[in-house]
């Protein structure tokens, strides 16, 4: 008999135990990734905001709407697939869908957007010892607007995107606005920021 219970014991320890390293393991896992979809949706916003800094610099941003000047966060031709670990981002599945989440806009771009940054996140931000393994994405849109209400500034959105190195991936849509008077060219509002879902 003593045997038996001490069989039963031991048994009910095992799985007590078993259950301990299962959670543990679990929570682990959950924090991780908690983890790095915060990473992400800080290097979408980051890129983000680059992008915003960059295209007050610009004079034109005709030229910047057709492809024709992008930023200086760029590692080779806007075509083609990057890798960040095991994720592959394919620009032109990323601007397809970069369109489709414009086009369900209440006001839609005039045209379809047009990448204007993209590079490995550790390029945009200086090195530190717990790098964030990601590649963002910019791409700019003009939204349409009313011929009879023309605004007195000029609208831009301006969408980042970090994909992480494990597949998760984050959005960032913000609205700036232009001032039309060629004084004020440089000086950008934000109008709008959200990360759609």
Known sequence: MPLLMTMMALTLLTGLGTVLVVGTMTETAVTAAYRRALEAFYAA????????????M?????????????????????????????TAVDFVHATAEVDM?????????????QMFAYGRFEDLVAPTEAAVPAYVCVWVAEPVTDE?????????????????????????LVTVARPLDPAELGTLQVRSWEEPQ
């Open 45 to 56: 916003d980051a890129v983000v905001e680059f992008a915003i800094r960059d295209l007050a």
């Open 58 to 86: 610009r004079d034109d941003w005709d030229a910047v709407l057709s492809g024709a000047e992008t930023s200086t966060l760029v590692d080779g031709a806007p075509a083609g697939t990057r890798y960040v670990g095991t």
């Open 101 to 113: 989440l414009l086009a369900a806009r209440a006001t839609p771009p005039s045209a379809t957007s």
């Open 148 to 172: 009879e209400e023309v605004p007195p500034v000029r609208l831009l959105y301006v969408v980042g995107r970090a994909y992480g190195a494990t597949g998760g991936r984050r959005t960032v």
